[in-house]
């Protein structure tokens, strides 16, 4: 295995997925706050990280501070 070539497309793969989830969570956030749903506060996130083929799954958890 190429470690370098791994390394990077794990970085690739990790720069997508983070700027993808800010963008959805402060669009859910925004929407929230203006339908009424959200008043401020925290809100409790979740993400799963599954590999396909592979018997890998794992779920993070944790709250964001919306104010």
């Known amino acids: 295995m190429n470690e370098d070539a791994f390394n990077m ?14 963008r959805e969570i ?13 008043k401020g506060g925290r809100v409790r996130a979740r993400v799963v990280l599954s590999l396909e ?10 709250e964001i501070e919306v104010g």
């Open 53 to 62: 083929g592979l018997d890998a799954q794992k779920t993070i958890e944790g």
């Open 26 to 38: 402060e669009s859910a956030v925004r929407a929230g706050l203006a339908s009424g749903k959200l």
């Open 9 to 22: 497309s794990i970085r690739k793969f990790l720069k997508n997925v983070g700027v993808t989830s800010q």
